[in-house]
Nanobody, 126 residues
């Protein structure tokens, strides 16, 4: 059974940093593009970043470029999201998901097999 488990969320002041982790199991980690998504209160879920297994590139939406960085540890089947210079607007529940696809219009979406984690809360205070 495929499983994604996020961790690392918390409360941080504006300008601070957090590192989220997403541990994957039950599927071949390197065969899929894994992405980070977030959902702020009262808003829809939006893509944040996507590490493509097709070309090795990592994509970020404009709102987080230069502040967020994805990395991965294949030996641990884990991806990370380093978030720096956090802003109150980054407050959301953050999810990792498979399989992500970056689109041309600054969007990242999820396509089958639609694996999602349970999410981890990130709260940035002003």
């Amino acid at each position: 059974e495929a499983r994604l488990v996020e961790s690392g969320g918390g409360l941080v002041q504006a300008g601070g940093s957090l590192r989220l982790s997403c541990a994957a199991s039950g599927f071949t980690f390197d065969e899929y593009s894994i992405g980070w998504f977030r959902q702020a209160p009262g808003q829809g879920r939006e893509g944040v970043s996507c590490a493509s297994s097709k070309n090795g590139n990592t994509y970020y939406v404009d709102a987080v470029k230069g502040r967020f960085t994805m990395s991965s540890d294949s030996a641990k089947n884990t991806v990370y999201l380093q978030m720096n210079s956090l802003e109150p607007e980054d407050t959301a529940v953050y999810y990792c998901a498979v399989e992500c696809v970056p689109l041309a219009d600054d969007m990242i979406v999820v396509v089958p097999p639609h694996y999602w984690g349970q999410g981890t809360q990130v709260t940035v205070s002003s």
